[in-house]
């Protein structure tokens, strides 16, 4: 079975958050260079088309960042397995992920038990070569099906204990209508990577009618989830990466990232 490796830093911060300025090599160097400014030491993502991986350590290397888990791609995972492996061992990783149930599982409690029967598959394929292969939940997997199972029950009680992990998403499980903390200790032995983004209501003092107060992605510390409390809890099951995500900012993203590196560090990590 795969394990973490040692990690210098327990803060890190997925390249998706900054997305629109990764389109290209010049914008994708600038960008590494302000995560380093920012106070970054380890992204998750994956080596864009556009640099060898030669180029791509390298410039990691530049910015004193090291990928704490390689970004999934569920094709390649499918059709290029042998040649993904072999570029997440470049890359000094130990795990990779899915980032959210395939669109042709979604639907029904049939899809869900099929999707279970693939990640159990790619999962054991992937610790044979020594990767933990991780599930990034969003709020759909709380629908209630008409048996009274939610997917992420499916999931959860499906997944094969010994070779698959969680990547739970702390804003995610709370959308999802769930307690974030009870979450956590539900995957102890089963997770070492938690995705950290803050859940709040529009302050928007213009939005009055009742039931119309949108939820936003918030930058850690702003919102309404208890940090110091769930960074208590996940270290105590043996989370190792705190990965922030901020799917969409009303701030410029780096901005983000600089206010919510700062709120994890202000509850203990570093």
């Known amino acids: 079975m795969a394990t973490t490796a040692t990690q210098p830093t327990q803060i890190a911060a997925i390249t998706y958050t900054i997305r629109d300025y990764l389109t290209n090599r010049e914008d994708y160097a600038e960008s590494m260079k302000k995560m380093k400014n920012i106070g970054f030491k380890a992204i998750q993502g994956a080596k864009p088309a556009f640099f060898t991986n030669e180029e791509f350590k390298d410039l990691l290397d530049e910015n004193g960042l090291m990928l704490c888990s390689y970004g999934g791609n569920l094709d390649r995972m499918r059709g290029d397995f042998d040649a993904l492996v072999e570029e997440i061992h470049y890359f000094g990783c130990t795990a990779t992920m899915i980032g959210a149930i395939p669109v042709e599982y ?12 693939e990640f159990n598959m790619l999962a054991k394929k992937f610790a044979d070569n020594g990767i933990d292969l991780m599930y990034h939940n969003h709020a759909q997997e709380f629908r209630r099906f008409k048996s009274g199972k939610r997917g992420i029950d499916i999931i959860f009680e499906g997944f094969d204990p010994l070779y698959t992990k969680f990547m739970l998403d702390t804003h995610w499980v709370h959308s999802g209508g769930d307690d ?3 979450w956590i200790k539900k995957c102890k032995g089963r997770m070492h990577t938690l995705h950290c983004k803050d859940y709040m209501i529009d302050p928007d003092p213009s939005i009055t009618d009742l039931g119309l107060a949108p939820k936003l992605f918030a930058e850690i510390g ?49």
Do not use: C, H, M
Not at 110 to 116: D, K, S
Not at 235 to 242: A, H, P
């Open 106 to 117: 979604r639907d029904t409690e049939e899809g869900y038990y099929a999707f279970v029967k």
């Open 222 to 270: 702003e919102g309404n989830l208890p940090w110091q409390q769930i960074v208590d809890t996940a270290l105590s099951i043996g989370v190792k990466w705190f990965v922030i995500e901020q799917d969409f900012s009303r701030r410029n993203p780096f901005d983000s990232l600089a206010i919510s590196i700062k709120g994890l560090q202000n509850v203990g990590l570093k």
């Open 180 to 182: 974030v903390l009870k």
